[in-house]
């Protein structure tokens, strides 16, 4: 390598490397991490409360949309779920100074929700919601609740699976009927749990014959009258 190809290359190499940042530099980069940060901590509360009134004043219909869900699943897609959370728990934590709102986490948000009313809202619960890592709160969350219903913690499993919208269509049809028919909110995971519990506890009870009729038809009829002969 000549002398001028190597000054050129060092020369590159020197303005690759960042210099080292002054005093007021990193104090401006710590101060610029730091309100990113808190943004991003509070973000679940700025998007819950904008959903909130959106879904309260029904904004989504003079943006052309049938429903709340039909924006949503418009506006955020795959995220529906996560931007649902949100508003929900800005529902469920609503009296709560706002102030006190900002200070929690996202995470931390959704185990909060998880409580009573009464606690949720408390002084002492937010306040730990606000402070404590996500890991232990929702330890104490987990403790609170199973001794106030005197049930363990069941192990919860992921279950489903992706299919056509025309299929998803009519399991959302499906949700509504029995959410209708034994009084829950399935927009609620709670509720949507009752509803899938009903639903295999239904199925599990009735004879399979029957279930063959329902599925298949008149067609399955004559079978059903043979085995019973």
């Known amino acids: 390598m000549n002398a001028k190809a190597y000054a050129s290359a060092a020369t590159?190499?020197?303005h690759s490397r960042p210099r080292l940042a002054t005093k007021e530099e990193a104090k401006g980069l710590d101060r610029e991490a730091t309100q990113i940060f808190?943004?991003?901590?509070?973000?679940?509360?700025?998007?819950?409360?904008?959903?909130?009134?959106?879904?309260?004043?029904?904004?989504?219909?003079?943006?052309?949309?049938?429903?709340?869900?039909?924006?949503?699943?418009?506006?955020?897609?795959?995220?529906?779920a996560s931007?649902?959370?949100?508003?929900?728990?800005?529902r469920a934590l609503e009296g709560v100074p706002e102030s006190e709102l900002e200070k929690i986490g996202t995470r931390n948000a959704q185990v909060l929700v998880r409580l009573p009313e009464k606690e949720?809202?408390?002084?002492?619960?937010?306040?730990?919601?606000?402070?404590?890592p996500e890991?232990?709160?929702?330890?104490?969350?987990?403790?609170?609740?199973?001794?106030?219903?005197?049930i363990p913690k069941e192990k919860f499993r992921f279950w489903g699976e992706p299919v056509p919208e025309s299929v998803a269509q009519?399991?959302?049809?499906?949700m509504a009927k029995i959410g209708r028919v034994i009084q829950v909110?399935?927009?609620?995971?709670?509720?949507?749990?009752?509803?899938?519990?009903?639903?295999?506890?239904?199925?599990?009870?009735?004879?399979?014959?029957?279930?063959?009729?329902?599925?298949?038809?008149?067609?399955?009829?004559?079978?059903v009258l043979a085995a019973r002969s």
């Open 12 to 14: 590159t190499l020197q």
């Open 38 to 80: 808190k943004e991003m901590k509070r973000s679940w509360l700025s998007l819950g409360m904008v959903m909130k009134r959106v879904s309260e004043t029904q904004a989504f219909a003079q943006l052309g949309f049938r429903s709340m869900r039909a924006w949503m699943e418009s506006r955020f897609a795959e995220q529906m």
């Open 83 to 90: 931007a649902y959370q949100s508003m929900r728990a800005v």
């Open 120 to 132: 949720r809202k408390s002084d002492e619960w937010v306040t730990k919601a606000a402070t404590l």
């Open 135 to 150: 890991r232990e709160l929702r330890a104490e969350v987990d403790a609170l609740i199973e001794g106030k219903t005197q």
């Open 170 to 174: 009519k399991l959302d049809e499906m």
């Open 185 to 223: 909110d399935v927009s609620e995971r709670p509720g949507r749990i009752t509803a899938l519990e009903a639903l295999a506890a239904t199925i599990l009870i009735t004879p399979e014959e029957h279930l063959k009729v329902e599925i298949e038809g008149n067609d399955a009829a004559p079978l």
